[in-house]
């Protein structure tokens, strides 16, 4: 019985440091930015895409 004890204990920590973690993330700033991800794909960059592989190639 004491380890389901310890066991809400323990996550009760974890979910208070993820809910500390994200008040600090909001604060900071991290969440402003809703406009950029949505448009993102529009500006892909062609050097980061993956190179055929030349195994593959039709002869």
Request: net charge negative; proline share 5%.
């Given at each position: 019985?004491?380890?389901?004890?310890?066991?809400?204990?323990?996550?009760l920590?974890?979910?208070?440091?993820?809910?500390?973690?994200?008040?600090?993330?909001?604060?900071?700033?991290?969440?402003?930015?809703?406009?950029?991800?949505?448009?993102?794909?529009?500006?892909?960059?062609?050097?980061?895409?993956?190179?055929?592989n030349?195994?593959?190639?039709e002869?």
């Amino acid at each position: 019985m004491s380890a389901i004890f310890v066991m809400i204990g323990a996550s009760l920590i974890v979910a208070l440091g993820f809910l500390s973690a994200f008040i600090w993330a909001v604060r900071n700033g991290q969440f402003e930015d809703s406009y950029t991800p949505s448009i993102r794909m529009l500006f892909d960059d062609k050097s980061t895409q993956h190179p055929t592989n030349p195994s593959s190639k039709e002869e």
